[in-house]
C-alpha cells in the first residue's frame, strides 16, 4: 500500500480537540486542523484557531443535552493539522482536497477547522456534497480582494460558482458590497439575510433547507455570530446572530446527510476568548449532529 496523502500532508499535533483520544481508524468523524491565513487582508492570525481551540475545548464541559452523551462518547478523531504552504493558496488547497478526499475514500465524515474561508474550496471538493449551507455574515462574492487577487477569503465562494459542483445557500449575511449583490443576483444564489433570519426564526431557514439535497455540507465563518459572541475574527462586521440562534440552526440540521463541515474565521490573538469558547461550541455541536440520527 501506497504513502497517502495523509501520510503526506498531515501532521500530529501534541493536543487534540476535546482531548479525544480515539483513534482515526475507529473514528466515524476526523477533525482535521487547517493553520492557514495567508490571504486574511484585515485581521492576521486565524491560522492559530487550530491550536487555540485544542485549547480551549479541554477546558468546556462536553456533556451533549439534546444527545444525552459526552462528546467523547462520540465515534470522532483528531486527525492533526494539514501542512500548510504559506503563501501560496492554491498549493495548500490542493493538499486539503487529496486529504479530505482520502478520508472520504476510508468512509470518514470530516470536519476542518481553519483557519481563513478560503478552505471551504478545498474541503468541499474533496466531499463533493449535494449541497452546500454557509453561515457568514459576508457573500464572499468578490471577483478580486484584494485588487488583483482572485483566489482569497474574500472571493472564495465566487470561485465556487464559477463552475458549481452543488447547490449553495448563505445564511446570516448582514455586509456586503454592490458587486456581490449583482453577482448573486446574477447568479440567482439563495441567501438569508441576518434580518430574516432574525424575523422569521426556524422558518426561514427550514424553507431553503426543504430546497436542499443531501448529502449536504456546512460551513460557518464565525463572523456570522454578533461581535458581543465573538469579537476575535479575521474580518468583525455590525450586529448578527447570537450564538443561541446559530446553535439552534445548526441543530435543525439533525438527521440530514452531512458529509463535512468546517469553521472559519477565528482569530486569536483579536480574541479575548469569546470567539474560541463560542466556536467550540459550534464544533462540539456541529459533530454530533454530523453523527446523529433522527
Known sequence: MGVSAIDLYVLKTPYRFFELE?????????????????TSSFRVGSRYAPQALRAYSSAIEGYVWELGIEIT??????????????????????????????????????????????????????????????FDAHLDLRDEYPYG??????????????????????????????????????LDLTFLTFKQVKERRAGAFNDVLSTLSDPLYVSVDVDVLDPAYAPGVSTPEPLGLTLQELIDELWLLRGREISGFDIAE?????????????????????????????
Open 22 to 38: 480515539r483513534d482515526v481508524d475507529e473514528a466515524d468523524l476526523v477533525l482535521l486542523g487547517f493553520p492557514y491565513d495567508s
Open 266 to 294: 477565528v482569530c486569536p490573538p483579536c480574541d479575548n476568548g469569546s470567539a474560541c469558547v463560542s466556536a467550540c461550541k459550534v464544533l462540539m455541536d456541529l459533530s454530533v449532529i454530523s453523527l446523529a440520527e433522527r
Open 73 to 134: 462518547e462520540a465515534k470522532i478523531a483528531d486527525a492533526g493539522d494539514l501542512v500548510a504552504v504559506h503563501g501560496d493558496t492554491a498549493a495548500t488547497l490542493k493538499r486539503l482536497r487529496e486529504v479530505v478526499r482520502t478520508f472520504r475514500s476510508r468512509g470518514k465524515k470530516v470536519g476542518v477547522v481553519g483557519g481563513e474561508h478560503t478552505l471551504t474550496l478545498g474541503s468541499t471538493s474533496g466531499c463533493c456534497p449535494k449541497s452546500l449551507i454557509v
Open 149 to 186: 487577487q482572485r483566489l482569497s477569503h474574500a472571493t472564495w465562494l465566487r470561485r465556487l460558482l464559477d463552475d458549481p459542483p452543488c447547490a449553495v445557500a448563505v445564511v446570516g449575511v448582514r455586509a456586503t458590497s454592490r458587486e456581490e449583490l449583482e453577482n448573486a443576483k446574477r
